[in-house]
């Protein structure tokens, strides 16, 4: 197998020597949905226009934890692609700490890495022991509630502005034939819902505590408890949404069939190529309207190492290609995601992104999970959140307990 | 092995004088070193690989050196989604097992009394075992689904009331995977039952027709009895099916809802890679090899060491 691989790379490799030296650069992500191909064509189309290489595009089905094995999986058993996403973070910390991704400290020193990112933590998530292993593309926040214009209007409210409002409206749209809450049944969907719940709900303080100082007895205390409560409520409202991927619960919304859906701003993609328009058709609140503050998670591209000198330089290009302007304003309209970089014009942006800019320059941001908790932690939490989330019976106190006790474990 | 090991015993009966046994034979012995020496490393030295790393605190990738002891078994045995991983994957199997049996034989057991149209029979049967597990799932996936599925067509014939949504509901979702599971496997028992009854000589039928017995009664204790090999074979081949349903899960339900339909290898492969810790995955595939060989062993023990005596 490796052997036959190499010879298909020494053979790609003398093609180049002879031809200019195009690479077939082969790209795997998770971005199938209908808004985020509109946004990975975007990559495509720079690099083929603005080098003679080739995108060979990797998407995989599913979602993140679908694609991650994948990925991981072939970049550990020695059939690496020539550049990933993954979510910036602690996913991709023990495949550099075992010399497996390229270094791209000349790149982010021949751009300016350092100086154009914003917020900086983006890059701190890419540096292990001073060198930069990956490339991040946009910041995607997960604090945001969706909320279907219609199906308030349907029920006869008014769209609500705050988490509370919207409680108190839900029992009107049950009335009126409507999900209140549209909810993907997948494990990462239920535990990010619950995450965006806690800052609103718990406040931020107590939050930091739990998921990044990893303090059990806080995730034991009472301001978690209400968080507990209010995810039981909103599991009741979600009770009727039989739908897996979080596409089709934001489907629901735009149709008017679900009232709202907590959701990352990936959100507003799909929102955008419904041609629905901000504040018309749907609004969007960011920290559940309670506290307007963003996380800033989000992907990046790493380059997994490889033997051929040609594929390196065609990956490097690629990675500075990744961070210029042009491509981050075009890619990030598309996919409703906020550009790594502060100097570019987003005058494009909707009113959603807009909000999402403006609370970026006041610098309320916090880190995502992603980057504090290990993908060992976040996994129990996920089976523990999907099983909550589809589970009545499921006590909020049972759930926090079990809670607390990963917490308590966490790494 | 217990296989090679009757063959062995069968060559030292016919052939118990010869002197160098182990230079006869030579070319065949060569053709099969490279199985054997799959069947060394790969099998079992992967396997005591893994058994090893399940005592340490591998994460992403191995780490020999952390050793924790019985940690990972610990968690394990307390973490709730391995246990409703377990309790399902006892629920599919016993079920499955018996229904494939049964369906298995019966079909095949009607297919063999000389009826008409019996290849076109088969072919409809066995049909289902021409996709794969991730199509079969994704098929029952929709006609299960209580939109457009059976649910709502039932419904639409003036049933209001009539539900069947089992993939929805957490109490009853391994059963709708048992459904699928069951529809894509039966045929293939049945083409190994149908050959099976194939080998039954004409004249028992004859003597049991002579003999008066009817045709239910001389199935159920000479035909099945004879049958015995073949009914191995198919115990075999569908316990194997079982211990690695993984595909059919992912495609019909991803685990959902909830941790409802989870099963064992579905835990292993996401505790593995997703979840970045390796040895949790590592003892979690432990737990399941220890399965397999407490049922094993039994049998096999009664299976090759009772001819033994004899």
Known sequence: MKFIRNALVGTTALCAATAVSAADLEVTHWWTSGGEAAAVAEFAAALEGNTDHKWVDGAIAGSGGTARPIIISRIIGGDPMHATQLNHGRQAEELIEAGLMLDLSDVAAAEGWADIVNPTSLLDSCTVDGKIFCAPVNIHSWQWIWLSHKAFADAGTDVPSNWDEFVAAAPALEAAGKIPLAMGQQAWQSNGAFGVMAIAIAGLDAWSQVTIEKNAETAAGPEYAKVFEAAANARAFAANSNVQDWNQATNLVITGQAGAQIMGDWAQGEFQVANQVAGEDYTCLPGLGVNEIISTGGDAFYFPKQDDPEIEAAQKELAALLLSPEVQVNFNLKKGSLPVRGDVNLEAANDCMQKGLEILATGAILPDGNQTLSPDTQGQIEDLMVEFWNDPSYSAADAQERYAAIIAEAD | ?310
């Open chain 2, 1 to 310: 092995m217990a296989v090679t090991d009757s063959g062995g015993r069968e060559s030292l009966r016919t052939a118990p004088k010869k002197p160098n046994r182990l230079f006869k034979n030579m070319s065949a012995k060569i053709a099969s070193l490279p199985m054997i020496f799959t069947a060394l490393v790969v099998f079992i030295g992967c396997t005591v690989w893994t058994i090893y790393h399940s005592f340490t605190k591998s994460k992403l990738l191995p780490a020999p050196d952390k050793w924790v002891g019985l940690d990972q078994y610990e968690r394990l045995w307390s973490t709730r989604r391995w246990l409703v991983s377990i309790e399902n994957l006892a629920i599919y199997g016993i079920c499955s097992l018996i229904l494939s049996l049964v369906i298995g034989f019966t079909l095949a057991a009607l297919l063999d009394r000389k009826i008409r149209g019996e290849g076109v029979f088969r072919t409809i049967f066995l049909y289902p075992f021409a996709l794969s597990f991730i199509v079969t799932g994704l098929v029952w996936q929709w006609i299960l689904n209580p939109q457009f599925g059976i649910q709502k067509v039932v419904q639409n014939w003036g049933w209001e009331s009539f539900t069947f949504d089992p993939l929805n509901n957490a109490d009853i979702v391994i059963y709708g995977i048992l459904i699928a599971g069951i529809w894509q496997g039966s045929g293939f028992i049945m083409v190994i039952m149908l050959a099976g009854l194939r080998g039954i000589d004409e004249d028992i039928w004859k003597a049991t027709r002579v003999d008066g017995i009817p045709t239910w009664k001389t199935y159920i204790v000479v035909i099945i009895p004879m049958m015995r090999p073949v009914f191995v074979t198919a115990l075999v081949l569908i316990a194997s099916g079982i211990i690695k349903v993984y595909d059919l899960v992912v495609a019909q339900t991803s685990g959902g809802p909830g941790i409802a339909s989870e099963v064992p290898a579905k835990y292993v492969i996401e505790k593995m890679f997703q979840s970045q810790n390796l040895g949790q995955g590592f003892a979690a595939s432990t737990m399941m090899l220890v399965s397999v060989l407490v049922v094993l062993i039994p049998w096999a023990y009664l299976e090759f060491g009772g001819k033994r005596r004899d």
